[in-house]
């Protein structure tokens, strides 16, 4: 519904007419959000009944503004290309030679033609193993050649179930369709084979999960997280990221509050600690002060949650408020004694649950509620497009004073922000967007004092995209084992394309027990080194 107001005079808008054209403007928001809504669910009766949902149609592009035409001697975009075949590796070379030709020709020279082909076929060997019986008794079997069986071992080679995992995790290629596919290769597996090829026997890659998220936390002064749906035995689940450009580390579960992140930034192994990030988070959470004195009081450490549980009932601590706090504070002090730094800066969306630490929000998260309002007139049009213009013109100034801190610019960024958000247009709904920033300061503007943070939080929305990808495929993980297989994989693949490691060879690798490719927490800390010493930071010993 598009409500046009009519022009009052300027004379004839008393208090009580403002206030009324508010109250309008406020029910037809409400109003054209119920219609998007009623469309959505319409469009969804209509693909249950098999029919089609109302079309998006486009707006024409026939009167779009000409795009810029390049300059002479302008390349194209993408024309600056590296070198074909510069890195291509030749495992065959293969003179060729021409027949039938006339008396007299002589050779001058070859000239190089390279074709690329990829051999896929089956290949299913027997090994004779000998038995030797031995002059004291007994018997000996001759061992495998190395590299022939996984680690895990089976009658599956290595190479095999590096392309299963690969198709699987990296392709998205669903388990009917992969069983198939490998049926059609030659290969004789069942269904259950595949199944468990690709949920058991990886306590190697589970292990290096774990060991990589504590190297991203202990070397990193920042992290993104973002989390979303991953359904788990046909009920709702979550899968939280957490990583920056050096990892990625991915943790399903079945909430997404505080309590939940703070247990994914511990891992499998749960530590509850009583120091100074601990007390400043209670006191931060406005715990009571008896309270804090209470637990102030009893073991430095707890290693596990039983023990933390029984010490909050003998200090008689029952309230689930109080339960809550305490344990988050609890759980964020075993963080920093485990080596994550207490100034470690937590990059979101804005949800309150990634609120540990110091926090930095994301801007574009910030100005999305200004670009999915719908305006009823041009003049509400206008005062949105005019903030959002203000907004993104200051982002640009932070996005300039990112890449060049200069400390002169800091209280002349900070008056703009304040100004930008003190602004009264009028409208509430644009009102409350500004009010929302405007209490979001010290998260908005954490680039002041953290130049390396980044302003939005594009990293982790497209590593969480991948579980987005497989939910559209397969809807949901059905067993523990599938679900943190899946969980382990993910976040190894991610990791390795940060660390520029070629996931094919590091399945290949871990599978054979090799060793050429490093582990990848040793990477991590590699490349964290290395980004310090070019900045001219202090490396730590």
Request: charged share 25%; net charge neutral.
């Amino acid at each position: 519904m598009k409500l046009e107001l009519p022009e009052i005079p300027p004379e004839e808008l008393t208090p009580v007419v403002e206030m009324l054209l508010a109250i309008i403007r406020q029910l037809a928001d409400r109003v054209a959000a119920l219609e998007q809504i009623n469309q959505q669910l319409r469009d969804a009766i209509a693909r249950l009944k098999g029919q089609k949902p109302r079309p998006d149609i486009k707006p024409s592009v026939l009167e779009a503004a000409p795009k810029s035409k390049r300059q002479e001697g302008d390349k194209r975009p993408g024309s600056a290309k590296r070198p074909k075949l510069a890195e291509l590796t030749i495992h065959r070379e293969e003179p060729v030679h021409a027949e039938g030709l006339p008396e007299g020709s002589t050779f001058r020279c070859y000239e190089p033609y390279v074709v690329q082909e990829l051999l896929i076929r089956s290949e299913n060997t027997r090994y004779l193993r000998a038995r030797y019986d031995l002059p004291t008794g007994g018997s000996v079997l001759a061992p495998f050649p190395n590299g022939v069986l996984p680690v895990a071992g089976g009658h599956f080679g290595p190479n095999l179930i590096a392309y299963i995992l690969d198709q699987y995790h990296q392709a998205q290629v669903t388990e009917p369709l992969l069983v198939e596919q490998l049926w059609e290769y030659g290969i004789d597996i069942s269904a259950g084979q595949l199944h468990r090829i690709l949920t058991e026997n990886h306590a190697v890659f589970h292990q290096e999960k774990d060991a990589l998220r504590a190297a991203g936390l202990a070397v990193s002064s920042w992290i993104g997280t973002d989390d979303t749906g991953a359904r788990h035995r046909g009920k709702n689940g979550y899968c939280t990221v957490i990583g920056n450009d050096l990892f990625a580390y991915f943790q399903s579960s079945d909430s997404k509050n505080r309590l939940n992140f703070l247990h994914v930034l511990q891992g499998k192994q749960h530590n509850y600690a009583l120091n100074e990030a601990t007390l400043a988070y209670w006191k931060r959470q406005e715990l009571a002060e008896a309270l804090i004195e209470k637990l102030s009081f009893g073991p430095p450490q707890f290693t596990d949650e039983s023990a933390w549980q029984a010490w909050l009932v003998e200090v008689e601590i029952t309230g689930e408020r109080h339960v809550r706090i305490a344990t988050e504070g609890a759980l964020l002090g075993g963080l920093v004694e485990r080596g994550v730094s207490p100034e470690l800066v937590v990059l979101s969306d804005g949800a309150p649950q990634f609120d540990v630490f110091l926090h930095a929000s994301c801007w574009i998260h910030a100005e999305r509620p200004l670009a999915r309002m719908v305006p009823y007139h041009e003049a509400h049009r206008a005062v949105i497009e005019k903030i959002r213009g203000q907004i993104w013109e200051l982002y640009q100034d932070l996005k300039a004073y990112r890449q060049q801190p200069d400390a002169a610019q800091k209280p002349l960024l900070e008056a703009r922000f304040d100004a930008l958000c003190d602004q009264k247009t009028g409208y509430p709904s644009i009102d409350g967007v500004l009010k929302e920033i405007r209490d979001h300061k010290a998260d908005l503007l954490r680039v002041l004092a953290r130049p390396e943070v980044p302003l939005h939080n594009n990293g982790c929305e497209s590593d969480i995209r991948e579980y987005v990808k497989k939910r559209k495929i397969s809807g949901s993980t059905r067993s523990p084992a599938g679900r943190r297989c899946r969980d382990t994989f993910t976040s190894l693949k991610k990791t390795c394309r940060k660390l520029g490691v070629n996931f094919w060879n590091y399945l290949q690798d871990r599978l054979r027990g090799l060793g050429k490719i490093p582990r990848l927490p040793d990477l991590i800390r590699e490349r964290a080194m290395s980004c310090r010493a070019s900045l001219g930071e202090a490396v730590p010993a």
